[in-house]
């Protein structure tokens, strides 16, 4: 008798996306249309997003699809399955068979949640979005997709975070521990593993609340520079500060949407301009409506002012003279 053959959760989760999916998007889906703009949750990109997705041009667009995308996506068995290791990529992964059913034409788009656009005939696949952000140079690797990376000054975008979820927020959660491990601190932020680990043990030490911002804003600090980094790399690849869009938010988005090859007009200025002075939704977490000439130097809504000093040092030990925290 021979012995029982074992199905690996890879492989199952294969078989579910090919019954869901009988046609093949790793054939018929159109990568090359593909246009990602990416960065930390509560960095701004939702903005960015709202505004790029009103071009002239045929779309179809999603805002962050990937948790939605049915079968869920096999990375995490609890928590927020869409995150991973930084790793290298095989053709097949599934990080990658999600972003090529997205540009599928066969593939319908309001099965995601989160699909903004659909124009018939579009020419764009444009996704904004925040998670799976370590299996990004994967994907630049296999197509070199145009690509914005939305950077900001890590203690507000935790202070935005936990004061739009909570502290009990799972978002980050396995990215935490996973930018601490060898091949992303080698590939990314060499040289500075020593310090990293001390504060990131430094960190487990501290009280429960303590602990949970911390180590999160260390990790969105090293998410950061690996979007820098990669930016540097990959000539498709752009990065933008947030507070440099506060600051001049047309010269901006111009920019922004030329690495996209995404055609401006008229419509898209007057978008533009109504989001950067406040009005009756300003005061929702979630709102892209912002009075923007306050936004580098808001109070904080969720932080203490010794919990923000705290991050502060943590981020300047990490970076040193290597890189500069985000501010």
């Not at 928590?79 to 790793?87: I, M, N």
């Given at each position: ?132 952000l370590l299996g990004t140079e994967g994907l630049l690797r296999q197509w070199r997709t145009p690509t914005a990376f939305i950077l900001r000054d890590p ?8 004061a739009a979820q909570t502290l009990q927020t799972i978002y980050l959660d396995h990215e935490v521990e996973a930018v601490q491990a060898g091949p992303f ?44 980094v990669l930016a540097a790399e990959f000539p498709s690849a752009r990065v933008l500060r947030y507070e440099e869009l506060c600051a001049a938010p047309r ?77």
């Amino acid at each position: 008798m021979g012995m029982p053959f074992k199905i690996s959760a890879r492989e199952r989760w294969e078989a579910k996306f090919r019954s869901a999916y009988p046609f093949d998007p790793e054939k018929s889906g159109e990568t090359d249309r593909l246009r990602l703009i990416l960065g930390v949750g509560r960095s701004g990109t939702s903005w960015v997003s709202q505004v790029l997705f009103k071009t002239p041009m045929p779309c179809r667009c999603f805002s962050e699809p990937l948790f939605h995308i049915v079968p869920p996506l096999p990375f995490q068995k609890s928590g927020d399955h869409t995150a991973l290791g930084y790793q290298p990529f095989q053709t097949g992964h599934p990080l990658l068979r999600a972003y090529q059913l997205l540009a599928d034409r066969q593939f319908a788009g309001t099965a995601v949640q989160t699909l903004q656009r659909n124009d018939a005939g579009w020419e764009a696949c444009v996704v904004k979005e925040v998670h799976s952000l370590l299996g990004t140079e994967g994907l630049l690797r296999q197509w070199r997709t145009p690509t914005a990376f939305i950077l900001r000054d890590p203690v507000y975008i935790i202070d935005s975070l936990f004061a739009a979820q909570t502290l009990q927020t799972i978002y980050l959660d396995h990215e935490v521990e996973a930018v601490q491990a060898g091949p992303f601190v080698e590939r990314f932020v060499p040289k500075r593993e020593a310090e990293i680990q001390r504060r990131f043990a430094d960190a487990a030490r501290r009280e429960p609340r303590l602990r949970l911002i911390l180590g999160k804003v260390l990790c969105v600090q090293l998410l950061q520079e690996m979007f820098s980094v990669l930016a540097a790399e990959f000539p498709s690849a752009r990065v933008l500060r947030y507070e440099e869009l506060c600051a001049a938010p047309r010269a901006g988005f111009l920019a922004l949407a030329a690495t996209l090859s995404i055609p401006w007009d008229d419509a898209m200025d007057a978008y533009l301009s109504h989001t950067t002075a406040a009005d009756v939704t300003s005061s929702d977490p979630y709102s892209v409506v912002r009075n923007t000439s306050e936004q580098s130097a808001r109070a904080l809504k969720f932080l203490s002012a010794s919990e923000a000093a705290a991050c502060r040092e943590a981020l300047q030990a990490i970076t040193g003279d290597n890189a500069k925290a985000a501010r």
